[in-house]
């Protein structure tokens, strides 16, 4: 008797990020995953950062799956870098210790880069120029990942556009996952106030929304709390489908429940 | 042969003044004035303590040695039972052990939300920022320095003094200490005997709530909320940020000046009344001031080892469901929610608890976020699962449990039979 592997996958595939995205010369991905106050996503950028480089998910097998890996972060399968808006490196240092086998004191390297934009002021023109060069320089295919980017637009003089731009030219050199907070106060769709918080972050949503290929949300359960799950990650498609070389990749739709344990391991399970 | 007084200290001093009287049982120098003959407290020690000098050793390498230094010996720091990250105590025992790491660990910020139009939240600020003092006075060295930001000197006055015991403990810890002196009358009656049997030699409250671990007995301290801090905090233990500036850049500056005068400290940083209109000029009520201000906060904190926040917020005025404070909630470590009881329920519970007082609450604590937990991706929020009371010697919290009308459930019985 066979049965169905419960494992987190993103595409039919069985894969989270699969080689072929990461290879492609012509076409560029943006994913997306949204979460809410209860249910931080920082431990899927992890899972993201591990299975980008390894090539492994730590939710699927063990905290030391890296270690199985043919790829390193001297040799890795992507290069990666985090432009955080919300934590600096030491946040996610961490978990790295655990899931990437990082020294505790590590600092980013050129496979693994840290931006700590949490008190840019920069203009928006100007904000994302030192990873603009890092991404230019760099050899080996890359992948940016923008944690909670509204943070910066909600607090600097900068329109949802402009900052769209910004994203746009970025995911127009490589590919990029965006995490940002859909708590239910942060979104109307009614609201005509274009100065409020609510009408930018809307605004910011629905447009990242229309140029993405998949959207990940991080919910806690609608039934209220329980001790043995954390919440549910629904994965949907984007509005914009894969393209090119990838044009046969295939989004797995579909929910799973999560446990976050206290001392930072996480379980998936099939619903 | 020479003779001596029933009730004369043998080679003692004749009052109970005695340096050797006020050890580390008494921490608190100063108490309130109702208290047992401590040793009076001293301000000339504490001006007398030398200063880390802020023209000194260049800040770097260096002054993080220093900070690193003082965590290993600071007595209000241990570490937390989940992390081991260094934390210190908030002042209040049961918020410490709701907060899980059996306080707040260093680098992080606290905020307390608050409904209504009580005002909870400033006995939890005050006790938060009287235990950074008390370490101070406990001590007998500037270790702690507690910033307020958006008050002045007046608030510093209001802290509260350190819980002694109820008037009949007091008594009895007073009849303790006389018994416990070796005076002529003391050994000649068999009063020890007595005072064992009776349990008058027994730690005194303050001892309870002062050692609740062997390991951290000077960890943290209970409050008497009707009684004040004396003396009231010095330059050199508390600075004051005023709010009466154009922009928060001045605010930002001027915390981390007083910061890098306290190098080697532990800084305990109070942001009272966050936004309200009635400290807070308008120009820094606008969201993209007040969000800024809170991401340099946080950006300060968690590049700093040494620095915690506690701030409240009045619901009333921003409500949950307002933006803002979503976006507020986000940059804050942890959050809780203090909600008090609507009218009809306060009447029901003193009605059903009219003959046990202690068990009447006064509101729902709601757990929103937890230092590094929530943030690691854990669904900590509990909400209508706890309550609090806020009682003269802490604030109580516990489990919330519906309470039963046994009046109401017994009537429902009577009638049911003659039916």
Known sequence: ?271 | MSFRRRQEVIGGTPSGLSPGVNSSRNPVAGGPSRGPPVSPPSRAPLRNTPHVNPTGPAPGLHNRAANNDMLAQHPGIRPSTITSQPTLSTGSADLDRLLTHEGLPLGNSLLIEENGTTDFSSVLLKVYAAQGIVHNRNAGKLNTHVIVIGSDQQWGRQLPGVYRGSSKEQKKNKVATNESKVTVGNINDSNLKIAWRYGLKKDSPSEEFSDHSQTYPNYQHAFDITSSLLPAPAANEMSFVSLNVPDYSKVMLHIQRIISQHQGKLIRIVLQSFLNPAMYPPQLIQHNQSLNFIKSLRHLLHNSPNISLVSSINLDLYPRHNALVTMIEMLFDAIIELKPFPPELVQMMERIYKNQPAKIKQGFLNVLKLPVLSESGLMVIKEMEYCFKNGKKKFEIEEWSIPIDEEEEERSTTKDIEF
């Open chain 1, 1 to 271: 008797m066979s049965h169905q592997p419960q494992d987190f996958s993103l595409f039919k595939t069985g894969e989270v990020i699969p080689q072929g995205l990461i290879d492609s010369k012509t076409f560029r991905s943006c994913f997306v995953y949204t979460d809410t106050q209860g249910t931080s996503s920082s431990w899927l950028t992890t899972c993201f950062v591990e299975n980008l480089i390894f090539g492994t998910c730590y939710i699927n097998k063990d905290a030391s799956s890296f270690k199985t890996s043919k790829f390193s972060i001297k040799n890795p399968r992507s290069r990666v870098i985090i432009v955080s808006f919300l934590h600096g490196i030491s946040f996610y240092n961490k978990t790295w210790v655990k899931y990437l086998g990082v020294d505790p004191s590590f600092q980013g390297n050129e496979n693994l880069g840290f931006f700590d934009l949490s008190t840019a002021e920069a203009p928006v023109d100007k904000l994302f120029k030192p990873v603009i060069a890092a991404l230019k320089s760099s050899t080996l295919p890359c992948t940016v990942i923008l944690d909670h980017p509204e943070l910066y637009f909600l607090t600097n003089r900068c329109s949802i556009n402009e900052f769209m731009t910004q994203i746009s030219y970025l995911n127009s050199l490589t590919n990029i996952l965006i995490s940002t907070s859909a708590d239910a106060n942060l979104i109307d769709l009614h609201e005509t106030d274009p100065s409020t918080i609510t009408h930018r972050q809307t605004e910011f949503l629905t447009k990242l929304y229309h140029r993405s290929q998949m959207i990940l949300s991080l919910r806690p359960l609608e039934t209220g709390r329980a001790d043995d799950v954390t919440g549910t990650i629904t994965v949907s498609k984007g509005s914009i489908s894969f393209e090119d070389e990838v044009k046969n990749l295939e989004t797995n739709e579909h929910q799973y429940l999560y446990l976050v344990n206290k001392e930072g391991s996480v379980k998936v399970f099939f619903r």
